[in-house]
């Protein structure tokens, strides 16, 4: 340890002790539990290395793995946890001088898809009445299947027409104000006495999965492919833009 302590010489650091840091510094962040499970497949690729020893070659070599098994985007997604927890260590924590120069996968077009008002009408009329209420409000608001499937009633007020999202159930982590619409409120209105805590339940308890044979099936039937929940979210926003609400607004 001579050398260190005369020469200022760094300790080597091992990828492990960096992925327990990142994983401590960054605990509040989003989608922290989607690092630890991609950083779990990233270990046998990169555990027994030194940080001074990850080099593009290696690096390259994870990419195409997770290309070939996944997708260009999923390999990005993967290679740019690894540039991050590399960039930390040298900027913040000063473990490493340099971080390996190398590119992300250039990805297809993000797919957008939406509804029409008919297309939603009819998805409407097939969902059982839990997701149903549910799909409406999503179309109502545009936010995101969480933040519906464990809305409470103490962050709604249907008499100003507002529901409020804390920062800590928002991707960005800021707080969100919700204005709700005439569908938003008389699809509350409806749900009240149903449960003493939370908007939309089925059984009992907050839906936490609406992606399931139900929601599949109601497609079906509805005549619609391609169609996630998620992008309910997209067709509320292009509803919004052909109606002519701005892009600023939106955001």
């Known amino acids: 340890h001579w050398r260190i302590h005369i020469l200022g010489e760094k300790a080597r650091r091992t990828w492990q002790e960096a992925v327990v840091r990142w994983l401590a510094d960054t605990v509040d962040k989003a989608d922290h539990q989607k690092d630890v499970g991609k950083l779990k497949w990233l270990h046998p690729h990169l555990s027994p290395k030194f940080l001074d020893e990850i ?3 290696l ?3 994870i990419g195409r793995l997770k290309r070939d098994e ?3 985007t999923a390999a990005n997604r993967y290679l740019a946890l690894i540039r991050a927890i590399l960039r930390m260590a040298r900027d913040e924590w000063d473990w490493i001088e340099k971080v390996p120069r190398f590119r992300l996968y250039r990805e ?3 797919r957008v898809r939406w ?8 998805l409407l009329n097939e969902l059982p009445p839990h997701l149903k209420a549910m799909a409406a409000f999503s179309l109502a608001t545009g936010l995101r299947q969480r933040n519906v499937s464990y809305l409470r009633w103490d962050q709604v007020d249907i008499g100003r027409g507002m529901a409020w999202i804390h920062a800590d159930q928002s991707k960005s982590r800021k707080a969100i104000a919700v204005p709700l619409n005439e569908d938003a409120r008389s699809i509350l209105v409806q749900q009240k006495g149903q449960h003493t805590e939370y908007c939309f339940t ?8 609406t992606s399931t044979k139900a929601w599949q099936n109601a497609l079906k039937r509805a005549g619609i492919s391609d169609f996630r ?3 309910l979210r997209h067709t509320w926003a292009s509803w919004h833009v052909q109606n002519g609400t701005s ?3 939106l955001m």
Do not use: F, G, M, N
């Not at 509804?115 to 009819?122: D, F, H, I, K």
């Not at 089925?202 to 999965?209: A, F, G, I, L």
């Open 229 to 231: 929940w998620h992008d």
């Open 70 to 72: 996944a997708s260009l």
């Open 59 to 61: 690096i390259d070599s």
């Open 108 to 110: 297809p077009q993000k």
């Open 247 to 249: 892009l600023y607004e």
């Open 115 to 122: 509804l029409t008002q008919s297309e939603a009408q009819r």
């Open 55 to 57: 080099d593009r070659d």
């Open 202 to 209: 089925y059984q009992d308890k907050p839906v936490d999965r």
